[in-house]
């Protein structure tokens, strides 16, 4: 009884060795690179929360210095944040914020170049756009018509279709392109939730341009992504004189 046993645990043995002759390698190679490629994963993460704590900490730095009106600091702030940590959410809302307290210190060019930054290296296709339509308003302020139409040009994040269309008409009435100007705000206000305030001022341009919209126009789909995006983009600096060109030419 006890041979019997033997011989079947010799044969199992036996077997069990030609097993791993055969397939050993293999298993101890596809071991190796779960078990690496676990690690790898995990020292990845780990990186990207220490980039994040990092980025998160200059981050900070820039909306101390934003709200305390230290455009240059601000901007220092902003120079560390793209050149350290470029692919970061906090980089491309530190370009935002830097860009703001820059324009609201006088330092347009500074502000545009924050801009034109997160206009062409931001993640985030709304990043980007929101960039766009800030940077379309400086230019436009500048005299640099063409650009501004060409930046706009470029803002395709969908769900700022309304607010793209608002503002290129801003930027046409200041070139004095009366009908081009009406056919964008016109687009611009069938695009935007009626629900949302700033639909009162497109009209108002409208109405100063003798093309007061119809009480039955009806908001385009797909379109609230952008109202409430609104809030969050200063008003152009544009869009001030482009009333009163649409004003001045109603008279």
């Not at 900070?60 to 050149?83: S, V």
Request: no cysteine.
């Amino acid at each position: 009884m006890a041979t019997s046993l033997d011989l079947q645990e010799q044969e199992q043995l036996d077997a069990v060795k030609a097993f791993w002759n055969k397939y050993g390698d293999l298993i101890t190679w596809v071991l190796v690179l779960v078990l690496g490629g676990f690690g790898a994963w995990n020292g990845w993460q780990w990186y990207q929360r220490d980039q994040g704590n990092k980025a998160g900490a200059l981050f900070d730095e820039l909306d101390r210095a934003a709200t305390a009106g230290d455009a240059d600091k601000a901007g220092q702030a902003f120079a560390d944040l793209r050149q350290r940590y470029p692919g970061t959410a906090y980089a491309q809302q530190g370009g935002l914020l830097a860009a703001k307290a820059q324009f609201e210190k006088g330092k347009a060019d500074d502000a545009r170049a924050s801009l034109t930054w997160v206009a062409e290296q931001a993640k985030e296709a709304e990043a980007r756009t929101v960039a766009r339509l800030r940077l379309a308003a400086l230019q436009a302020e500048a005299k640099q018509y063409d650009e501004a139409l060409k930046t706009l040009d470029a803002a395709k994040a969908e769900g700022f279709e309304a607010l793209v269309a608002d503002r290129r008409g801003d930027v046409l009435m200041l070139q004095g392109k009366k009908a081009e100007a009406r056919n964008a705000w016109t687009v611009a206000y069938a695009a935007m939730s009626e629900k949302v305030e700033y639909r009162r001022l497109i009209d108002a341009k409208l109405t100063a341009l003798g093309a007061a919209p119809g009480a039955a126009s009806a908001p385009a789909a797909g379109v609230a992504a952008a109202a409430s995006a609104a809030a969050s983009i200063p008003a152009s600096p544009a869009a001030r004189p482009a009333v009163a060109a649409s004003a001045a030419a109603s008279k």
